[in-house]
């Protein structure tokens, strides 16, 4: 488009028609910079959406607590869910005090689910 107001505004001035030749000169620039403006806008806002959408995880690994990104809980990891946290992977539950989870994104049930710790006969099942 903007192309296209640029060659008809140096079509208007071969034309000695100055007034309509600036006139479409002066929209292509400002529809470039408002197309610009629009695009750089929509980026910032795809990045904060990114950051927003790579939840991270407290964990217990090598011994220490630590803040680590969600994609990156690995087998061994224990998670150290708080009220109101996401649990970011399937997990085993070892320790538990009076837990329930909404599940209604996964099944749909409107209540939330309490959880049970059973104790597995031996390891690896």
Known sequence: MNWIFLALGAAFYV?????TGSLLIVLAITNLYMTFSQEY???QTLAALRN?????ANVIRDGREQDVPSRDIVPGDILLIKEGDSVSADARLISISDLEVDEALLTGESMPVQKELIVLSSPGK
Do not use: H, N, R, T
């Open 15 to 19: 034309l000695k028609d100055y007034i």
């Open 41 to 43: 806008a929509a980026e």
């Open 52 to 56: 927003l959408s790579s939840p991270q």
